[in-house]
């Protein structure tokens, strides 16, 4: 008899997150290549399906519901999960039919994943709507959940601050990776070209939320000495002005700063690997997507010292308090920007979907 695990995969249909969309489908495609005898992968999907430009190869079945993803986060948020059915269910995101089921009896789990604990550790930056939901999803997850996933044990501490015993018993940790298959494109130079960027400059990530903080970032690149451009990713849109608001604030001149959006992973490579560094000094406990992307492409690294980057850097990174974040930087891009180089290509070795996903199937065992 073959067991199948069921992946949410409404990030794939309507994605709320390019991280975390791609976080969904690398994940599924490693637990396909990493499936134990006598098991396979499904899908759980909002309507209208997953396109044919996102499929999956391998997949063995595709649990398609007749709402579409808005309608359907609705409905489990209240705990209203029709047409799921049981067996093993596992959701990369916190998002997932979390309702009353007998594990032992009925051979139904549901496993849930959490990225980050924005609604609980900087909520005044998020539309209360937003807070509302993921707070009560939380309490589900709670309630519901047979083993919730977080990227860190740093996170897991953070986590316990904010949740109740109940729920912190089921916490497991299981690593994050870059999106499967990052590398640097042979038409990086032409991906830099088309996104109007120069040839070398220190990337950054985030908005003008506080909690991104950079207004500390950009500072440090002042009290570094660097002279060159500055790129900074993932910049919500509407946010530019902002964005040249806080570099100007901190001694950078608006022609030096660059603002991108979310892109995708190759041009994400590309920008990337023409970096002389980067530099984040986000105290959050979320997983650094952009810090893991740039050890994957052998990037010094300057960062904040947190428990959160301090676990995922290690010593591929020049950490430091946030006041001393412009000494850390000069040397990311000066006396020790070879060493990081070696060092950040030997840690991204660490971070790989295939790891992850043999974890998660002696997670699904255990339970």
Do not use: Y
Request: include cysteine; proline fraction near 5%.
């Amino acid at each position: 008899m073959t067991v199948t695990l069921r992946v949410v995969l409404d990030q794939l249909v309507a994605p709320t997150s390019r991280d975390l969309a791609e976080a969904s489908a690398s994940l599924t495609e490693a637990l396909i290549a990493t499936a134990p005898r006598g098991c396979d992968v499904g899908a759980i999907v909002p309507s209208p399906g997953i396109a044919d430009d996102e499929a999956i190869a391998g997949l063995s079945s595709e649990t398609r519901l007749s709402m579409r993803r808005r309608e359907l986060a609705a409905s489990w948020q209240l705990g209203v999960a029709p047409g799921i059915g049981k067996g093993l269910i596992h959701s990369p995101t916190p998002l997932a039919p979390l309702v009353r089921h007998d594990r032992v009896n009925e051979t139904h789990q549901i496993v849930v994943t959490l990225w980050d604990l924005r609604a609980w550790e900087s909520p005044e930056e998020l539309p209360k709507a937003e807070v509302l939901a993921a707070r009560a999803l939380l309490s589900r997850v709670g309630k519901h959940a047979d083993a919730v996933i977080v990227p860190t044990h740093a996170m897991a501490e953070r986590l316990a601050e904010v949740a109740k015993s109940k729920l912190v018993k089921k916490v497991r940790v299981i690593g994050g990776a870059p999106a499967a298959g990052l590398r640097v494109p042979s038409d990086a130079v032409g991906r830099l070209r088309a996104l109007d960027l120069p040839q070398t400059f220190v990337v950054a990530a985030g908005g003008s939320a506080a909690s991104d903080a950079l207004d500390v970032a950009f500072s440090a690149v002042v009290d570094s000495g660097w002279e060159g451009d500055v790129v900074v990713l993932d910049v919500p849109e509407g946010d530019e002005r902002a964005i040249a608001d806080l570099a100007s604030a901190a001694g950078l001149a608006e022609g030096r700063v660059h603002a991108r959006g979310s892109l995708d992973r190759w041009d994400r490579a590309a920008v990337l690997s023409h970096a002389t560094a980067f530099v984040t000094a986000c105290t959050r406990a979320d997983w650094p997507w952009r810090a893991v992307d740039a050890l994957t492409v052998g990037v010094p690294i300057a960062a904040v010292d947190t428990p959160v980057l301090r676990e995922v850097l290690a010593d591929a990174a020049a950490l430091a308090p946030s006041d001393g974040l412009g000494a850390a930087l000069s040397r990311a891009v000066g006396e020790d920007a070879e060493r990081l180089r070696v060092l950040a290509g030997d840690r991204a070795k660490g971070f790989a979907w295939r790891a992850s996903a043999e974890r998660v199937w002696a997670l699904h065992a255990e339970l």
